[in-house]
Nanobody
Framework: QVQLVESGGGLVQAGGSLRLSCAAS????????MGWYRQAPGKQRELVAT???????NYAYSVKGRFAISRDNAKNTVTLQMNSLKPEDTAVYYC??????????WGQGTQVTVSP
């Protein structure tokens, strides 16, 4: 079992920045990749960014060039630096850990609100 604890959400004006962090504990040795997903009201959960244990990253087109994901394998943390935030980035952001056989673990979510 993997436990994920997120921090860093909040309210920011458009154009501002926020930094989300996620700390993993438990059976972390099996984690293949970690990432961030988000879910806005009335919408499906969508991928924001992922990073593999080896450092390969993947971003949603809508956040490329504005968001940056990083990972500290020694500390078992993943961070999402969000710059040039837009109102459409408003959502609950969830940390994700992927294990073999596509087993997924999720954090509790953290609210990000971007005002116009």
């Amino acid at each position: 079992q993997v436990q994920l604890v997120e921090s860093g959400g909040g309210l920011v004006q458009a154009g501002g920045s926020l930094r989300l962090s996620c700390a993993a504990s438990g059976s972390i040795f099996g984690i293949v990749a970690m990432g961030w997903y988000r879910q806005a009201p009335g919408k499906q959960r969508e991928l924001v960014a992922t990073i593999t244990r080896g450092g390969t990253t993947n971003y949603a087109y809508s956040v490329k060039g504005r968001f940056a994901i990083s990972r500290d394998n020694a500390k078992n943390t993943v961070t999402l630096q969000m710059n040039s935030l837009k109102p459409e980035d408003t959502a609950v952001y969830y940390c994700n850990a992927q294990l073999p056989l596509n087993i997924q673990h999720w954090g509790q979510g953290t609210q990000v609100t971007v005002s116009p």
